[in-house]
């Protein structure tokens, strides 16, 4: 009997666990706590400069194979492949935090507006993001490229452009159920304002859908940026950034894989994790999505 009541607590304890890990996001928020300390601290972390080229450390495997003075080894001109993708993680965060924000900024704007004016103004505004979705982004990016020429501003001005159409559409939708609350009349016979009512009133309604949101493009957006730099339309090299990376070492794929494979690692669990936290966040702010008590 004693064996059977051991026996018992242990499954009873391994099920907590497991509801534990499945109901709060634990290992996704340990991968993006680590790539938001490496990225700011990445002068500090990074082991070496990742602009500086040795060229007998060509190609060097991993301390792992042959004792290699870098960790994660060389890349094809002797740069150290840790150092640089500690650096690449900055332009992920920049990424975060710059296009993120002016989408976030432009594309809420637009979704308030849109829903609360209705009419003509609404139907300017929807058929424009229309319109936007349907337009081909990574040949613009390449085209921009190509006749601006490559750089960190027309990469984030690009990421702008991809963030914002995501959001008006959301919240446009949250904004035509909420205008027309009991709340949101008060106010307006009250005497508010337009503004005031799309600002004090409406918007904090929307926030849970703006959450949801902005978690999930994030994700997008980095991997957005890995695409450009890939394809020669992002960051410029030789800064160092993910996509820049995994092109960089795919014609060394045969004799230095680690080159691609490590910062190519690195992008699909940023990305993973962010999706995974972003599926959380809805489930958590909506009620009727929620598989866990």
Do not use: C
């Not at 609404?122 to 058929?127: A, F, G, H, N």
């Amino acid at each position: 009997m004693v064996e059977v009541a051991v026996s018992a607590n242990q499954v009873s304890s391994r099920r907590s666990v497991w509801w534990y890990f499945r109901r709060w996001p634990i290992f996704p928020m340990v991968i993006l706590v680590v790539l938001v300390i490496v990225g700011v601290g990445a002068p500090w972390i990074a082991p070496n400069d990742p602009l500086d080229q040795e060229l007998p450390l060509r190609s060097a495997k991993p301390f792992y194979q042959d004792g290699s003075p870098y960790l994660l080894g060389g890349d094809h001109v002797g740069r150290d492949v840790l150092s640089r993708a500690i650096h690449g993680a900055r332009i992920s965060l920049t990424v975060m935090a710059v296009g993120l924000s002016a989408g976030l900024v432009i594309g809420v704007t637009l979704g308030l507006v849109a829903g609360y004016a209705g009419g003509i103004t609404d139907e300017i505004i929807t058929r424009i993001v229309d319109i936007w979705l349907g337009f081909p982004f990574i040949l613009l990016a390449l085209v921009v490229a190509i006749t601006i020429g490559a750089s960190f501003t027309v990469v984030m001005g690009l990421m702008v452009l991809l963030a914002w159409s995501s959001f008006v559409r959301n919240v446009r939708a949250d904004v035509l159920v909420l205008k027309e609350s009991g709340y949101v009349e008060s106010a307006r016979i009250a005497g508010a304002s337009n503004i005031r009512i799309m600002i004090k009133h409406i918007l904090p309604g929307t926030i849970g859908t703006i959450t949801v949101i902005a978690s999930l493009s994030v994700g997008s957006l980095i991997l957005a940026e890995a695409t450009l730099s890939f394809l020669g339309a992002g960051i410029p090299s030789p800064t160092p950034s993910w996509g820049n990376m995994v092109a960089e070492g795919r014609d060394y794929l045969q004799t230095a894989w680690w080159t691609s494979a490590f910062p190519g690692t690195a992008l699909f669990l940023t990305v993973m994790s962010l999706n995974f936290i972003g599926d959380w966040l809805r489930d958590t702010l909506d009620p009727k999505l929620r598989q866990l008590d």
